[in-house]
């Protein structure tokens, strides 16, 4: 059998996110979070629950990625921890003030939906469309 040869790929690198773009995302967002996601998710443990629930809900930059988390807890006799956090929506910084827009699917992987779009339209997206808000376990 002969042997694959080897190909070098060119990636450019991902574009640096500016201070003061992640300052307005930060903000923007967790007003998102506290007028809207929270509120709407965010609700007092039922009673004899045994399945897990939100009790959070925030934001985190982890390089040029921004991700909406929520917070879960856990009850119910097979519980491994109290509490786990599961991202639910992340925007990917792509040059230009422009995002991609990605939800978590229930595989466990990234799905993206958008790309290109503006901060004010991923933050609309995020009120009106279901993908993008976070799944009750």
């Known amino acids: 059998m002969a042997k694959q040869r080897k190909t070098w790929l060119y990636r450019p690198p991902k574009p640096v996110v500016p201070d003061d773009l992640k300052a307005e995302v930060l903000q923007k967002a967790d007003e998102l979070v506290q007028d809207f996601l929270k509120p709407k998710f ?21 390089r040029s990625f921004f991700y909406l988390v929520a917070t ?12 786990f956090d599961s991202g639910f929506a992340r925007l990917e910084y792509v040059g230009q003030r422009r995002f991609n827009l990605a939800y978590m699917r229930h595989t466990g ?3 993206e939906v958008y790309q290109g779009l503006a901060l004010d339209r991923c933050l609309k997206t995020f009120r009106e469309h279901g993908l993008f808000q976070p799944p009750g376990l």
Do not use: L, M, Q
């Not at 039922?46 to 897990?52: C, D, L, S």
């Open 109 to 111: 992987e990234w799905w």
């Open 42 to 62: 965010v609700k007092p443990p039922p009673k004899n629950w045994r399945w897990n629930y939100i009790i959070d809900i925030f934001t985190k930059w982890h």
């Open 72 to 83: 879960y807890r856990s009850r119910g006799p097979n519980a491994i921890r109290p509490t």
